[in-house]
């Protein structure tokens, strides 16, 4: 704390005890001397103001909010300065202008609060006026027509102001200040409400305590100025001791809606704090996520992270569009002069850009952690996916050539072979021999041919699914292929493919003793297991790519009594 704010602080301490001590002498000219409440009401309010003005200064000592606020306290205080028994010619002085003023500065300070601006041309209006009506009307034209002495006030000081004795200009003076005030006071409550009406959620948790006691402060002073227009001034009846006792309440409010701001801020930062001992240790998938929602309170959360220009994944490398609109607001967090990570969050949390920027500032490390995470994710998704594409085009490539071999070549031999079959019935002797040779010939080429276009892309796994492909390739496989029950219904095309294929092969590998298939679905995914008597002839790789391709795995078990089996694990939808 800077000495001016030590000065400001004591200087409104001793303002305080000098009111109080006023007030006690001459009570039946003050309003804090009635009682001992109204005493703690006195300092109370005048006392909260000042502290929390010096708080506030203290903390931003760019935002006018807190001298303004620590002016208001002040002027309250200072409203028993204008008391016949101050003593001190200065002091009554000051209190003669400075005791209506309390009310300007409170509206002020409130309808700039927290960052000391004032927003829009009516505030700014209305404040203008309230200082011109409180500081000109009620205090300074005043004081300068009033001698207290002419008036009869013996035991009253020297008005230092006093240029003339015209008790009519002072009543006049007051009257117009009253009557002004019964437009800017309820003008700045309705421009406070209005505030709190249009703010965002986080914003009117923040302001709304200060406003709305603000705007009871000042509907409270309308009351005031509207029981004085009839006399023309200001006094201390019993109607304006309760008004003002009601006023020191508001203003003890409008402090402690200061002060619970902070209190949310220290909550804030100790959510910060919980934040980095969670994110001490790497967290699990999807942890540094719901930890971010925790400490910025914001379920909804979404966590994406930049690639490239116009492209973001979340944690698990999958793509993440991130809103136009729709209540939802984007906040890159920068590291480095580099953005890491992006937050998608409700938008009223921008309301709140100090607690933003200190979660993504303690979260800074992990979120660069699992960038590098999901960047390795989606380099892994968009591989998967090319190999996904690369079987894909090698199957329909495959479809594409059997079916070339069915309806091309085997046909035009289907069509040679009737004709040889035509030409042998006209031609006898040694041709017909060698039209004999040439239609078995072409028989051993045609059942080759077929044989081929089976074993590109069998035509039967397209028609009719996996289970009749298989018992298919049973019938002509080079090996022995037991088929136990496999599970009803079709699958996706990819998905039987690389099952055929992957039995197709093992049983073209296999020994003599043959294989074993058994096949179960398990929710999602499609379970195969194939046992073969022998071992296996070379590799594996090329069967892992098929299935690795469709994101599945498949793992070789070779057991000591010498069966191998392969087992491979599909995902096959719900």
């Not at 009033?146 to 006049?172: H, I, K």
């Not at 934040?275 to 929602?293: F, H, Q, Y």
């Not at 994710?377 to 968009?382: E, G, N, T, V």
């Not at 298989?470 to 099952?499: H, N, T, W, Y």
């Amino acid at each position: 704390m800077k000495p001016r704010h030590v000065f400001v602080l004591v200087g409104g301490l001793g303002l305080g005890l000098g009111s109080l001590a006023a007030a006690r002498a001459a009570p039946a000219g003050s309003l804090a001397g009635a009682s001992t409440l109204a005493e703690l009401v006195l300092v109370g309010a005048g006392a909260a103001l000042v502290a929390c003005g010096v708080a506030a200064w203290a903390r931003r000592p760019g935002s006018r909010f807190g001298p303004t606020l620590a002016a208001a306290g002040g002027a309250w205080l200072a409203a028993e300065l204008n008391n016949p028994q101050v003593g001190s010619p200065l002091l009554f002085t000051i209190g003669l202008v400075a005791s209506a003023a309390a009310p300007a500065l409170v509206a002020h300070a409130a309808l700039a609060y927290p960052d000391g601006r004032l927003a829009g041309a009516p505030a700014r209006a209305g404040v203008v006026l309230a200082y011109a009506c409180t500081l000109l009307a009620l205090g300074l034209l005043p004081a300068l027509a009033f001698d207290p002495g002419a008036q009869g006030c013996t035991e009253c000081p020297r008005n230092l102001l006093a240029v003339a004795d015209a008790p009519g200009f002072v009543e006049s003076a007051s009257r117009v200040g009253l009557v002004l005030g019964l437009i800017w006071a309820p003008a700045l409550a309705a421009l406070a409400l209005a505030r709190v009406v249009r703010a965002s959620s986080a914003a009117r948790l923040l302001t709304a305590p200060v406003l709305l006691a603000a705007v009871v402060y000042l509907a409270l002073v309308t009351a005031t100025y509207a029981h004085g227009v009839g006399r023309g001034f200001l006094s201390n009846d019993t109607v304006d001791h309760r008004l003002w006792l009601w006023q020191g309440a508001a203003l003890i409010g409008l402090a402690l809606g200061v002060a619970s701001a902070w209190a949310r801020g220290r909550r804030a930062r100790t959510r910060v704090a919980r934040l980095v001992i969670e994110l001490s240790d790497a967290p699990a998938l999807g942890g540094l996520r719901d930890a971010l929602a925790r400490a910025l309170d914001d379920p909804s959360l979404e966590v994406a992270y930049p690639l490239e220009p116009g492209r973001h994944v979340d944690a698990r490398g999958r793509p993440v569009a991130l809103p136009d609109a729709g209540g939802r607001a984007v906040t890159p967090l920068v590291r480095g002069g580099r953005p890491v990570a992006v937050l998608v969050h409700r938008a009223d949390l921008l309301d709140d850009a100090a607690l933003l920027e200190d979660v993504g500032a303690a979260a800074s490390l992990a979120l660069e952690h699992e960038r590098l995470q999901a960047e390795a994710r989606a380099q892994l998704d968009r591989l998967r996916a090319s190999r996904a594409r690369t079987v894909e085009a090698s199957d329909a490539a495959r479809r594409r050539l059997e079916r070339d071999l069915h309806d091309g070549a085997q046909q035009r031999l289907v069509v040679l072979s009737f004709a040889l079959r035509l030409l042998r019935a006209h031609v006898g002797g040694e041709a017909a021999g060698r039209v004999d040779a040439a239609e078995a010939e072409l028989r051993d080429a045609l059942h080759e041919l077929r044989e081929l276009a089976r074993g590109i892309y069998p035509a039967v796994l397209v028609d009719e699914g996996l289970a009749t492909a298989l018992d298919a390739l049973a019938e002509v496989g080079s090996a022995p292929i037991k088929i136990e029950p496999l599970p009803d219904g079709r699958f996706a095309a990819g998905v039987e493919a690389a099952v055929y294929f992957l039995v197709a092969e093992l049983v073209r590998r296999a020994d003599a003793t043959g294989v074993r298939v058994r096949a179960q679905r398990a929710e999602d995914r499609l379970l195969v297991e194939v046992d073969s008597g022998g071992d296996l002839d070379g590799d594996v790789v090329d069967l892992e790519d098929r299935i690795g391709a469709l994101d599945g795995t498949l793992v070789v078990a070779r057991a000591p009594s010498g069966t191998t089996t392969v087992r491979a694990e599909i995902p096959c939808g719900s």
